[in-house]
């Protein structure tokens, strides 16, 4: 910055601007014609360096233009002002620091220590003193030239020559004085004519910074953002991002309107299955029943979807020949089962929606509620509570190490007659569930029983007796019978339970391979072996060290009757249900009348293998269902 300053014009023009290292700007001066009057100095050029000297010999150490003030040299031991009409000057020996600005107001200095300067108002005081010790540069704030600093203002703007009227140059009036100063963005001597240039900013970056491009201006200047020279290169590669972005932001637009697309078209879809599955039909009902609309929901589509993250494989819990059955969790928290159909018929999606109010008017404690249905799919899902602790096929067949024991076993039979019972009788319209199988018997954590998966089920008026229907169910249950004429009556369900109580006696599958064949039916491998008194051939040997071989008898006889040939001969489940509940309670004995459930089944009679082979025909009943084609199911 001083730099900058020194090479300003500070000078008359034609007259030396320093002696020494000692700049002297104007109105001081050393040369005739190079000072105002009363500024007057001297340069004794015989010392190396040269030396500023005021007119009594006080050396100048610097001139400061903006302060006011000169720097001087000397060991000050009293001081008055000297008000005369010539050179600025001091009395004897004694260095002072003057003020030489011609506008600086006329001050006075009190020295209380050797460094503690207070500068007063001259009116409040008439003398001061100076006290210093060694070299001391006193900065005094006043000026001791009558012609100067005596004037007052009005006399200084008569002036033709008062140095502050020009451009680019401010004043400061402080106690009717003036002391010039060059404008913000200017720079040089104020009193000299034109001696206030402009400062080129854009020269000192390290007092202005500008991180773009510095434009000089008057007083100021601008700083612009660098204009930058792109390649060819660059710029292809700017167009090449451009043309990539457009091109996202296409495909993210075409890709936006193909979703909505999509999305309008799957509403139309489920709005066309929910007509089609008689939604509107079955909302009706809903509305017009309050027990049912207690009970059941109607469920959307996205409701369930969100509920199995969108029926994703990792909440598959099972599936059957009728579907796929998912673990989901509704926006309640309630944990559901959603059964997800198989594609079936149209004839039995038409009857569907009689079948679940059925179900959703049914409320037994080992059956599984049914929560709701969806019908905006092609063949509509329905939610049944979810049951956490598997099947009772898992339990007797599986790897379990938590073996069922009997006593437990008996009470899931009779759970499970009841839940039947119930079905077939204590409802104005009969339902046949016509797939009882021990898959289709859910256990809970206390291993309650529930019957479960009604997709094949039927309704039947109570004064029915049987209908003709398409043969559906689970090899090694399914009633040969019902097989044969397509006849479904309730004692196609009977023979199925039948074949579940002889699981629950012997831990074997339905279908199992023996030493003599491959693929042996349960049903008729238990049934010959009773025939034949041998029920401790196969009889599960836990039952037998658990003590319950005579009950294990009465439930045997039961079942034994419950796999009879014909229908007829085999007993209501009420009464299953009523000779399970005496053998539970322990109130019937083998040689009781009560076991006789069926007389004609529970006696010793002919068609046990002593009138025309039933025995046998039984056995290739069971052969013919092996062989045939195709069951459903």
């Given at each position: 910055?001083?730099?900058?300053?020194?090479?300003?014009?500070?000078?008359?023009?034609?007259?030396?601007?320093?002696?020494?290292?000692?700049?002297?700007?104007?109105?001081?001066?050393?040369?005739?014609?190079?000072?105002?009057?009363?500024?007057?100095?001297?340069?004794?050029?015989?010392?190396?360096?040269?030396?500023?000297?005021?007119?009594?010999?006080?050396?100048?150490?610097?001139?400061?233009?903006?302060?006011?003030?000169?720097?001087?040299?000397?060991?000050?031991?009293?001081?008055?002002?000297?008000?005369?009409?010539?050179?600025?000057?001091a009395r004897r020996s004694i260095d002072h620091n003057y003020s030489c600005m011609p506008t600086v107001l006329q001050w006075w200095l009190d020295v209380d220590s050797d460094r503690d300067l207070v500068v007063k108002d001259p009116r409040s005081a008439s003398r001061w003193r100076c006290i210093s010790l060694n070299s001391f540069a006193a900065y005094i704030g006043d000026a001791v030239n009558k012609d100067w600093f005596n004037r007052n203002e009005n006399d200084m703007m008569l002036n033709s020559t008062y140095p502050c009227e020009q451009a680019m140059v401010e004043s400061v009036l402080i106690y009717e004085k003036r002391r010039c100063n060059c404008s913000k963005g200017y720079e040089g001597n104020p009193y000299i004519a034109n001696g206030c240039p402009d400062i080129d900013e854009c020269l000192r970056p390290d007092v202005y910074p500008c991180h773009g491009t510095c434009i000089n201006m008057p007083g100021t200047y601008r700083c612009s953002a660098k204009k930058r020279i792109i390649s060819l290169a660059g710029l292809i590669t700017i167009i090449a991002i451009v043309a990539g972005f457009g091109l996202l932001f296409s495909l993210l637009g075409v890709a936006q309107v193909t979703k909505k697309l999509k999305k309008r078209r799957a509403k139309k879809i489920r709005q066309k299955f929910f007509k089609k599955n008689h939604g509107l039909l079955l909302q009706q009902l809903i509305s017009s029943n309050k027990d049912i609309a207690e009970k059941m929901k109607i469920f959307s589509l996205e409701e369930l979807e969100q509920a199995t993250n969108k029926f994703d494989h990792n909440r598959i819990l099972g599936g059957g020949g009728h579907g796929t059955v998912y673990k989901a969790i509704l926006s309640d928290q309630r944990v559901v089962a959603i059964k997800k159909a198989k594609i079936v018929v149209q004839r039995e999606i038409d009857q569907f929606i009689n079948e679940v109010a059925i179900l959703s008017q049914i409320n037994h404690r080992n059956v599984v509620k049914l929560f709701g249905c969806c019908l905006e799919t092609e063949v509509p899902l329905l939610v049944y509570e979810f049951i956490s602790n598997g099947t009772l096929s898992c339990h007797l067949h599986g790897k379990s190490e938590n073996h069922l024991s009997w006593k437990t076993r008996l009470r899931i039979a009779l759970e499970t007659a009841r839940a039947i019972a119930y079905l077939h009788s204590a409802a104005s319209i009969s339902v046949y569930h016509r797939d009882i199988k021990c898959a289709n018997i859910l256990l809970t954590d206390t291993l309650i029983a529930k019957v479960s998966d009604f997709g094949a089920s039927r309704s039947i008026?109570?004064?029915?007796?049987?209908?003709?229907?398409?043969?559906?169910?689970?090899?090694?249950?399914?009633?040969?019978?019902?097989?044969?004429?397509?006849?479904?009556?309730?004692?196609?369900?009977?023979?199925?339970?039948?074949?579940?109580?002889?699981?629950?006696?012997?831990?074997?599958?339905?279908?199992?391979?023996?030493?003599?064949?491959?693929?042996?039916?349960?049903?008729?491998?238990?049934?010959?072996?009773?025939?034949?008194?041998?029920?401790?051939?196969?009889?599960?040997?836990?039952?037998?060290?658990?003590g319950g071989v005579e009950d294990a008898e009465v439930v045997a006889r039961l079942a034994q009757a419950c796999l009879s040939l014909k229908g007829e001969e085999r007993p209501t489940m009420r009464q299953v249900e009523t000779t399970l509940e005496d053998v539970h309670n322990?109130?019937?004995?083998?040689?009781?009348?009560?076991?006789?459930?069926?007389?004609?089944?529970?006696?010793?009679?002919?068609?046990?293998?002593?009138?025309?082979?039933?025995?046998t025909r039984l056995y290739s009943l069971e052969k013919e269902i092996i062989q045939s084609s195709e069951i459903p199911r």
């Open positions: 910055m001083a730099t900058a300053v020194a090479a300003v014009q500070v000078a008359l023009p034609g007259c030396p601007q320093a002696c020494g290292n000692v700049t002297v700007p104007y109105p001081f001066g050393f040369r005739r014609g190079c000072f105002r009057k009363g500024f007057n100095l001297t340069c004794d050029e015989t010392r190396r360096p040269p030396r500023l000297l005021l007119g009594d010999g006080v050396e100048v150490d610097a001139i400061s233009l903006a302060d006011g003030t000169v720097h001087v040299q000397t060991k000050v031991v009293a001081f008055r002002p000297l008000y005369t009409n010539g050179a600025v000057g008026a109570i004064d029915e007796t049987g209908i003709l229907t398409v043969v559906q169910g689970t090899y090694g249950y399914l009633d040969p019978e019902y097989y044969y004429t397509s006849r479904l009556t309730e004692k196609s369900d009977v023979y199925s339970f039948g074949v579940i109580l002889a699981e629950l006696l012997t831990s074997v599958t339905p279908v199992f391979s023996s030493h003599s064949s491959e693929g042996t039916s349960l049903a008729s491998h238990f049934v010959s072996l009773m025939s034949g008194n041998r029920l401790s051939d196969i009889l599960d040997t836990q039952i037998i060290h658990e322990s109130k019937v004995k083998l040689s009781s009348q009560i076991t006789r459930v069926n007389q004609s089944a529970m006696k010793d009679q002919p068609w046990m293998g002593n009138k025309g082979g039933e025995g």
